[in-house]
């Protein structure tokens, strides 16, 4: 019973931290609502659009390839009195506003915005108006950063071993004073899933998304790599330092340490497409 109650708490502290994550990442879709005549709507923001200009072609003039990127806005619940207005501009930089192609779908509209490279960003203003005065009823301006597509058979294990890496992270450091050679085993359980998915697999997402396999210390500044390199770090000395002298309280802060790092939101100080220098800059 006790350990079903420590394996409980540990999940709820897991799906917490992965529910923060979702709402905090600045790739994450921005949710907003609005009112109109009494009633709510809602919609999600795009943040994160797949390109399909390689950085081969970014090199060159990619912008005479004329190749885009479909974003959709769905709107809940629907209303045909709607219209919306999309202006855009490459960001960062002076670059001026551009108004995006719009077109109406069965559920929502479809955006088409030209391809930007990979860790290419965007700044974009969405408008809703009332088809009948034409006056505005909600407007917002967001920003988003194009990716490659990064296959399932990638992606999936990476999730998984880091979601598992952060689960059992929280029930060794919940164990650490209970039970000591158990929360040893687990920590080995940690290092073997962090240093998989974040050291190894990590890389190989970034190489699909944009191009490079790690840009952390020493090469650069994503915080992502280097949040991952520093969580591995702290489990390796937290595990060694116990194994001939009982040191529990570090199993703890490595476990508190690796929760508060994961607060962090991914992919904050993140890859960015310069294109002055035409290459992926990290820690934007």
């Not at 979702?22 to 609502?33: H, M, Q």
């Not at 391809?115 to 967001?142: C, L, M, R, W």
């Not at 689960?167 to 998989?196: F, P």
């Not at 998915?197 to 944009?210: D, E, S």
């Amino acid at each position: 019973m006790k350990n079903f109650l420590f394996w409980f708490a540990a999940i709820v502290i897991t799906l917490s931290a992965v529910v923060y994550q979702r709402v905090t990442g600045p790739t994450n879709p921005k949710r907003v609502s609005f009112e109109f005549d009494g009633t709510t709507y809602k919609t999600k923001l795009t943040r994160s659009l797949e390109t399909t200009v390689t950085l081969e072609e970014a090199k060159r003039d990619y912008l005479s390839l004329a190749k885009t990127s479909p974003m959709k806005i769905k709107v809940s619940p629907s209303n045909e009195n709607f219209e919306i207005d999309i202006m855009y501009r490459i960001y960062p930089g002076n670059d001026t506003l551009k108004a995006a192609e719009v077109v109406k779908d069965l559920d929502g509209y479809i955006v088409i915005f030209p391809s930007q490279p990979p860790a290419g960003k965007i700044e974009y203003k969405v408008s809703f108006y009332n088809s009948g005065d034409n006056k505005v009823i909600f407007e917002d301006t967001v920003r988003m950063r194009y990716k490659s597509p990064v296959p399932g058979y990638v992606l999936i294990p990476h999730i998984l071993l880091m979601f598992i890496g952060m689960l059992l992270s929280n029930y060794t450091g919940i164990i650490a004073y209970v039970n000591r050679e158990k929360a040893l085993r687990y920590a080995i359980y940690v290092l073997i899933t962090i240093g998989v998915g974040g050291l190894i697999m990590g890389p190989v997402v970034q190489k699909f998304a944009f191009g490079a396999y790690w840009t952390g210390w020493p090469f650069g500044e994503d915080l992502t790599d280097n949040k991952t390199l520093f969580i591995f770090f702290v489990w390796m000395t937290a595990w060694l330092l116990n194994r001939k002298k009982t040191r529990r309280a570090l199993l703890v802060l490595a476990a508190f340490l690796t929760l508060l790092v994961y607060s962090i939101p991914h992919s904050t100080g993140g890859s960015e497409y310069d294109h002055e220098r035409g290459e992926v800059v990290s820690g934007r």
